[in-house]
Each structure stands twice: as structure tokens, then as C-alpha cells.
């Protein structure tokens, strides 16, 4: 993913939803959005399930020209034909999924809040590289990607950045200078409207 002028947004599933339902759910949020890229997030191993769930979701993003890659199941990415995967363990797995997907497709890698990481990841042939929590629950050991980690990063390194992890419109104003990427996904899909709780989040960076 190229950087942007200005953070766009990078849209991350719940980590379980509805195949009877979510897709026109998906769909109605791309009809009113720009979103540059999708993250299935889904929890558990049932890959039968998972794939079920990809084989809906890559209907209605690529329906809407939007990439949708898959958080670490680097096999399920290619079968499934979908647009890369997510890793959520740092650098570790980037250069193996580089070289097993190919040039072309989008690998990232989740990076907590280790700047040191997130240059390996880079240099291992990422993507992006995506730092969080911002705000809301911390990490187990009470830490959160502050403010100074994307300056430092967006002054720095010229891989795109995704902030995510507990975003609010404060937070989105605060770091937009310093984002490539927001990514966004428990603080919609746990509303009643996702798309009027997106467009209030993005409002704060127009």
C-alpha cells in the first residue's frame, strides 16, 4: 500500500460475524466511505468456517475495488485468492510470507509498540507496519503506541504506518499528521450504524 497524502482508512472486521448479514453490512460501509484497504480478523481455527467467511467478504470488497487481506493465515490467503495477509506477530513471519506470496501481494505486520520491530518487519519486505493500542484497553504489560512512536516513524522510515487499537475522534485528530492509516474496526461494528459511527470518526481528520 502506497502512503497517502492524507491517513485513510484501513477497515478490520470482528473477529466473529454473521455470513447471513455481515456482507450487506460490509457492503453498505464501502458504499459510503473510502476505504482503502479490508483485514478479516476473524478469531478461532475453523478454517472451513474462516473461508467461508473470506469467500463473502472477498466478494463484496473486490465488488468495490478494495483489497481485502487476512490476518496470519498465510495459506487460506492464497487459496483463497485474496490480496495478502495481516501478521500479528511482529517481523518473525514477514520475510517467509514475502517470499511465499510474492512480490505482489500485501504483506503487514502488527508490531505492538516496538519501533524496532517494526524497522525488521520493513526491512524483512512489509507493506506496512502496524502499531497499537492507541487508546482504550492496553496491552497486557500497560503499554500503548503513543504519539511520539508515529512521529519518530513517519520521520524516519518510509513504510506506511496504521494506528489502531481503541480510536476516537481525538486520538484520529491528534495522529493524523503522523498516520498513513487508521485502522478501524471494534469501535464501529459495535454500534448500531457502523457507517455513521465511521463517517464520525473520519469527520475528525477531513
Request: some cysteine; charged content about 20%; hydrophobic content about 45%.
Amino acid at each position: 500500500m502506497e502512503p497517502p497524502e492524507q491517513p485513510q482508512i484501513y477497515l478490520i472486521t470482528p473477529p466473529a460475524i454473521t455470513l447471513s448479514t455481515f456482507p450487506d453490512q460490509l457492503a453498505r460501509v464501502l458504499d459510503g466511505a473510502e476505504i482503502a484497504c479490508i483485514r478479516l480478523a476473524l478469531a478461532g481455527n475453523d478454517e472451513e468456517a474462516i473461508a467461508r467467511a473470506a469467500d463473502a467478504c472477498r466478494e463484496v470488497a473486490h465488488a468495490h475495488d478494495v483489497a481485502l487481506v487476512i490476518s496470519n493465515h498465510l495459506l487460506l490467503a492464497q487459496r483463497l485468492g485474496l490480496d495478502g495477509v495481516h501478521l500479528d506477530d511482529g517481523a518473525r513471519s514477514v520475510r517467509a510470507a514475502r517470499k511465499e506470496l510474492g512480490p505482489d501481494a500485501i504483506v503487514g505486520s502488527f508490531c505492538g509498540v516496538s519501533n524496532h520491530d517494526g524497522m525488521t518487519a520493513g526491512e524483512a519486505g512489509a507493506d506496512y507496519v502496524a502499531f497499537g493500542p492507541v487508546g482504550g484497553e492496553n496491552l497486557g504489560d500497560g503499554t500503548r503506541a503513543e504519539r511520539d512512536l508515529f512521529q519518530w516513524w513517519s520521520e524516519m522510515i518510509e513504510v506506511p504506518v496504521v494506528a489502531e487499537g481503541g480510536l476516537t475522534p481525538s486520538l484520529m485528530r491528534d495522529l493524523a499528521p503522523c498516520t498513513d492509516f487508521f485502522g478501524i474496526g471494534d469501535e464501529i461494528w459495535s454500534k448500531d450504524d457502523p457507517l455513521i459511527e465511521l463517517n464520525t470518526l473520519v469527520a475528525a481528520i477531513g
